[in-house]
């Protein structure tokens, strides 16, 4: 059975950094691509980041570049997002999120996790 | 960037009722283009994917049609488990990006 479990969710202050991590078990994990996708408190989806399935690409968007970093460890099944300059519109819970394969035509997330809270306030 | 706009924001339904919920792309995505279902409190569940197919163990009663820009989710005759908020989703563009729509929420009528 696929599981993504996802934790390092918290309160952390305003410009403060805080690490997410997702560890990944019942699948090959060095063979699909990762996302990271986050909801604000009430409000809908919003595409975070990606990585591929060897760590050798990766995906941000605008709103997050220059302050997330997405990374992974094939050794240990799980994903990661190092967030940094952390601001009240980052408060929001983070899913991570398999990718369904390789081939564009599959680029939709198959597996989620059940997500971590990020609370930035001071 | 590649905006998606789903119509409409709220729909409200008899149970045993259909509902159909629209997408719509700021430019083609050819048939890239996958839905989502959300309860309060959970993880987002695919439904849809390449437009029409429909994911494992999505019952039958969920449909996804439309090419290009122009997408459109029905649920044929709504249970009380369907009550949910749904997300269009698109990804075709390379360099990759993925893009939701702001979301349906489907009510009790």
């Known amino acids: 059975e696929v599981q993504l479990v996802e934790s390092g969710g918290g309160l952390v202050q305003p410009g403060g950094s805080l690490r997410l991590s997702c560890a990944a078990s019942g699948f090959t994990f060095s063979s699909y691509a990762m996302h990271w996708v986050r909801q604000a408190p009430g409000k809908g989806l919003e595409y975070v980041s990606a990585i591929s399935s060897n760590g050798g690409s990766t995906y941000y968007a605008n709103s997050v570049k220059g302050r997330f970093t997405i990374s992974r460890d094939n050794s240990k099944n799980t994903l990661y997002l190092q967030m940094g300059s952390l601001r009240a519109e980052d408060m929001a819970v983070y899913y991570c999120?398999?990718?369904?394969?390789?081939?564009?035509?599959?680029?939709?997330?198959?597996?989620w996790g059940q997500g971590t809270l990020v609370t930035v306030s001071s | 960037e590649i905006v998606m706009t789903q119509s409409p924001a709220t729909l409200s339904v008899s149970p045993g009722e259909r509902a159909t919920l629209s997408c719509r792309a700021s430019?083609?995505?050819?048939?890239?283009l996958a839905w989502y279902q959300q309860k309060p409190g959970q993880a987002p569940r695919l439904l849809i994917y390449?437009?029409?197919t429909r994911a494992t163990g999505i019952p039958a009663r969920f449909s996804g049609s439309g090419s290009g820009t122009e997408f459109t989710l029905t649920i044929s005759s709504l249970q009380s488990e369907d009550f949910a908020v749904y997300y269009c989703q698109q990804y075709n563009n390379w360099p990759p990006t993925w893009t939701f729509g702001q979301g349906t929420k489907v009510e009790i009528k």
């Open positions: 999120a398999r990718q369904s394969g390789t081939w564009i035509q599959e680029y939709y997330f198959d597996y």
């Open positions: 390449g437009a029409s």
């Open positions: 430019q083609s995505v050819s048939s890239n």
